[in-house]
């Protein structure tokens, strides 16, 4: 559930009639596509599989489409030859089926990357109030200690569900955790099964150790990727292919260090030194073991594993909302920032605390080296801005771009 719903979704409000067609659930289709590169009789043989008759009012949905590199190309021919009738495609894995070399219709296909639902999203369903003055009343100033105790019990909710839509819709349907659990676990046991489907047999091992090594990795003070977390003896040669499978199936996120904030941030990336996230900080939550029943618990749930989980959610939310991938910094072995935040032509350090303490050593040192215009924290403190510093609560990440372009 996620992608397909939108794109029925689409099909159902917006459309007078959809066809859909999964390359996975129904290969017998593909033979479509590998037998057949002329558009009208591709739509012909599926309007009549579909028994829908497909024309310029039909919205034409391809999902799984990377079970099927012929469907892929031929995008370009449907673009050409039969551009009134609209195709909308999606893959899980699409970003392996592109590093593959397969033919590709270039300046034919419009890309959406989909993310994971955020909070901000979810927030509307669990407490309407609440979203509503964040939507319309939201600046600098802190927010009101009824809005904040509110919005911070549902976001902690957010850290034990994530933004998986299946996850979500268990939870919303019940009010109970223990169907988010099951989702989830069904979740990293389709990833792990799925993992034989595409790389070679020698490296499915080795994609499997670097993805169950994520909780550790995080839940270290310094939270650097270290091989040797991975297994005893690990070198980084042996399983750069497994992490690059892993950024390619869109299941995990690489962050780069640079020691020169200076732009654009890629071009000083240090290619030797990386950390690694989770896509979702539910499926990060439950990877890690972490009960549901910590929700309870005060603030463990930010302080846990080091901040793992709240660290992940920032990462989280400011992918979906910015460009340019963060990246990371540090001056040696004495200070580190966690991110770094290229905003139209500004870099912004951005520090992350998982609770209500928020001296901050290494930002202090960065602010005294570079002079940044603007520095963000995340805390569980209040909305605050002052002397250059905007001090976010972590319920408002998502909303970061919208705070820092009203100041």
């Known amino acids: 559930m996620g992608k397909t719903y939108i794109m029925k979704w689409l099909g159902k409000n917006h459309f007078e009639q959809f066809a859909y067609f999964n390359f996975d659930e129904r290969p017998e289709i593909k033979e479509f596509f590998k037998t057949n590169k002329h558009v009208d009789s591709i739509v012909e043989m599926l309007s009549l599989t579909s028994g829908v008759g497909i024309n310029e009012k039909t919205l034409l949905i391809f999902d799984e489409i990377q079970e099927c590199p012929e469907a892929l190309n031929s995008l370009k021919y449907f673009a050409e030859n039969k551009p009134e009738i609209p195709v909308i495609c999606a893959g899980s894995y699409l970003g392996l089926l592109l590093n593959k070399g397969n033919s590709f219709p270039v300046g034919k296909v419009e890309f959406i990357a989909i993310h994971p639902m955020t909070f901000r999203e979810v927030l509307p369903i669990w407490d309407a109030n609440a979203a509503h003055f964040l939507h319309t009343k939201l600046n600098t100033e802190p927010i009101p200690q009824l809005f904040y105790n509110n919005i911070l019990q549902q976001f902690k909710k957010y850290l034990i569900i994530g933004g998986m839509p299946a996850a979500l819709n268990a939870f919303n349907q019940q009010s109970q955790f223990e169907p988010v659990d099951q989702v989830l676990q069904n979740l990293l046991l389709s990833y792990k099964g799925d993992f034989a489907k595409h790389p070679v047999m020698s490296d499915i091992a080795k994609i499997t150790h670097v993805y169950d090594s994520l909780p ?42 640079n020691n020169k904030p200076a732009l654009p941030l890629s071009a000083y990336d240090q290619l030797n030194a990386f950390k690694i996230y989770n896509i979702d900080v539910g499926l990060m939550r439950k990877m890690s073991g972490l009960s549901t029943s910590v929700i309870a618990e005060g603030d463990r749930l930010f302080t846990e594993f080091k901040g793992a989980l709240t660290e992940n959610y920032i990462l989280q939310s400011i992918i979906s909302q910015f460009e340019e991938t963060p990246r990371y910094w540090t001056s040696g072995n004495t200070a580190e920032v966690d991110f770094l935040l290229q905003f139209e032509n500004q870099i912004i350090p951005v520090e992350v605390k998982s609770d209500r303490h928020v001296k901050s050593r290494s930002l202090t040192l960065y602010r005294n080296e570079y002079n940044p215009p603007l520095a963000i924290r995340y805390s569980l403190q209040n909305l605050e801005y002052n002397n250059g510093l905007i001090n976010i609560p972590l319920f408002l990440a998502d909303y970061t771009k919208n705070i820092i372009k009203n100041m």
């Open 216 to 257: 550790t990795q995080l839940s270290r003070e310094n939270k650097k990727f270290v091989f040797q977390l991975i297994r005893q003896g690990a070198r980084a040669r042996e399983y750069e292919d497994a992490i690059q499978w892993l950024i390619n199936a869109g299941l995990i996120h690489r962050i780069w260090l």
